[in-house]
C-alpha cells in the first residue's frame, strides 16, 4: 500500500544554490530593511524591529531548501511548529504584513523561484512606497485640545468664541467637554489639523484671543492601543 510513498530524501540540496539563494536573500532582507526605517509607520522602534527581517527571511530559505526533498522532513517541521510559542506579541497590522513580506521571500527563494521572488518582493516593495508617501501627503493631524483659561463665569459667547477661532484652522471640530467654575474655564476638543503650519496659526490666535490661556496637544494617533 506504500510502496509507492517514498519518506525518505528525494535528492539532497544543493551546496551552491542554497549559498547563492542565501546571498539573494540577504540582500533582499536589507532592502526590506531599509523599506520598513523609511516607509513604516508604527509606533514601535523600527530599527529594532527591522534587525529581524534577516533571520526571519534566511531561517525560511534554510528550511524550506532542508524540507522540499522529503516529505518525511516536511510532515516533521509541521510536527515542530505546532509546539512553537511566540511571546512577543505583534501588535500593529503594519509589522505583521512586513514579516509576511520576508516569510514569503525565504519561501521563494528556498523553492528555488529566484527571479520570481526578487522581481515579485522588489514590485509589493514599490507599491508600498507608494502608498505609504500618499498616505504621508493626505494625511491629517488628529488631536486632542486641552484649553484652560481665566474666566469670568458671567461672561457671554466663550464658547462661540472659541469653537469660531479653532474653526477657521481646523478641517472638523468636535467638542467633547467644555466647564466653566469659579474664575477659569476649560475646554476639551478633537480636532483635524491639515498641517503643522495650522497647529502654529491656531496657537498664536488663541494666545491674542485669550492672553492667559494653557494649551495641550495630544496626538491621537500616537495614543497606544489597550
Do not use: C
Not at 519518506?7 to 540540496?13: D, I, M, N, Y
Not at 494625511?139 to 474666566?151: G, I, Y
Request: proline share 4%.
Amino acid at each position: 500500500m506504500f510502496e509507492n510513498l517514498d519518506l525518505g530524501a528525494g535528492g539532497a540540496p544543493s551546496l551552491p544554490a542554497l549559498l547563492i539563494n542565501l546571498a539573494i536573500g540577504a540582500g533582499l532582507s536589507l532592502v526590506l530593511r531599509w523599506h520598513f526605517r523609511t516607509f513604516g509607520s508604527t509606533l514601535s522602534n523600527r530599527d529594532e524591529f527591522a534587525q529581524v527581517f534577516p533571520f526571519i527571511l534566511l531561517t525560511t530559505v534554510l528550511v524550506i531548501t532542508v524540507v522540499k526533498s522529503s516529505l518525511a522532513l516536511s510532515l516533521g517541521l509541521v510536527g515542530a511548529l505546532s509546539i512553537v510559542r511566540f511571546r512577543t506579541p505583534v501588535k500593529e497590522p503594519e509589522e505583521l504584513a512586513y514579516l509576511f513580506v520576508a516569510i514569503a521571500m525565504g519561501l521563494g527563494l528556498g523553492a528555488d523561484q529566484t527571479v520570481l521572488t526578487v522581481v515579485a518582493g522588489l514590485a509589493i516593495l514599490g507599491v508600498m512606497a507608494l502608498f505609504g508617501v500618499i498616505r504621508r501627503d493626505r494625511r491629517t493631524k488628529n488631536l486632542f485640545l486641552s484649553l484652560d483659561w481665566p474666566a469670568d463665569p458671567e461672561s457671554d459667547g466663550l464658547l462661540d468664541q472659541l469653537t469660531s477661532i479653532v474653526g477657521k484652522h481646523a478641517s472638523s471640530t468636535d467638542l467633547r467637554r467644555f466647564d466653566l467654575r469659579g474664575g477659569s474655564a476649560e475646554a476639551t476638543l478633537f480636532i483635524d489639523l491639515p498641517s503643522s503650519q495650522k497647529l502654529g496659526e491656531l496657537t498664536e490666535e488663541l494666545r491674542q484671543a485669550f492672553p492667559q490661556i494653557g494649551m495641550s496637544f495630544i496626538d491621537q494617533s500616537k495614543m497606544p492601543s489597550i
